[in-house]
């Protein structure tokens, strides 16, 4: 591609229906949070809004549906490709180690560590919808760097909801997200993010919002990693139906 095209490529101006999609879609996660995890934290409601609705349905439903059903587009539109497999697998698998090295030698181990691990393999939902839906969205609307810009904007904003955060904290946030978003968008393959280096980057997550997570919040995560992952593969036969009719 010549340096023009991919000056083109930078910013440009064609929102569509999708970016609405994904525009509305943040906003209801953000809502979800919220109410999932502040105002009923303590009750059922927390794992039915934030768990089933949110980060299932929302998350990771939604944009399969969306893309697959209604747009009639593969998974590879969402980062869950086969291209750039190997490179994408082996730059996580090296960011992983790096990122994990330095919390060891920051935090060392202990047993809380297992099931942080699980929440943060769980966070695929979060991967998928962030840079799989909402960055490339973003980026067929607006070109690559406002879309890295909004991704951190997004990243950080849902993560209101939490109620972990000050403004020094939301920066963070929006920093992190947007270098995420980078690092995404050199093969445009979830598999760069997840399953190496998110899950050890979500650690650091944890101790930065004083969360410790245990057996009982992994073991439901779990459950919703493999609805996630069932998802995915239901979604995946859909699409190859459609290509064989």
Known sequence: MSKKGVFKQLFIWSPSLDTGMAALSQIIIIVLSFLGLKVFGNTILNPILFGVM????????????????????????????????????????????????????????????????????????????????????????????????LTGLCFALYHLGYGWFDIPGFIQLFIVGGVMGIIFRITKNILILWPFFWPVACLRGFKMGSFSPGWNEAGFCAILLVLMLVSIFIFYRIQIRRKSL
């Open 54 to 149: 949110g980060t299932l349905i929302v998350c990771v439903i939604f944009p399969l549906y969306w893309m697959i059903i209604r747009r009639g587009k593969g998974l590879g539109t969402l980062g869950i490709t086969r291209k750039h497999f190997s490179i994408s697998l082996l730059a996580g698998f090296l960011l992983g180690v790096f990122v994990f090295w330095g919390y060891y030698r920051s935090f060392g181990l202990s047993a809380t560590i297992i099931p942080a691990k699980v929440m943060g393999i769980y966070s695929l939902w979060e991967v998928i919808f962030v840079y799989g839906w909402l960055q490339l969205r973003f980026e067929k609307a607006f070109g690559i760097i406002p879309a890295i810009f």
